[in-house]
């Protein structure tokens, strides 16, 4: 499932993620919760962030996901909402 994070356990699953995928970087879940209009998570254990992209017209997007979790569709499906 996906859907926009609205809880502070949903903003600390997406700094969790981003944690376990750039492990040299460390991220909060007030961090995140300061980006969360631009942010999709989905239920499998990854989440995207969206903005606009300097490109006219353009989007960006990162999609993450646990590495534990890859190879499940979750990347795809994120990807596909974006």
Known sequence: MI??????D??????????AVG????VTAAEVAE??????????GGYAFVTRSS???SAYAMVRVRPKERRRGVGSALLGAV
């Open 3 to 8: 859907r926009e994070p609205a809880t502070h």
């Open 10 to 19: 949903d903003f600390a699953l997406c700094a969790e993620i981003c944690n």
């Open 23 to 26: 492990p040299g970087q460390t």
């Open 35 to 44: 980006r969360r209009d631009s942010l999709l998570l989905h239920s499998g």
């Open 55 to 57: 490109l006219v017209g």
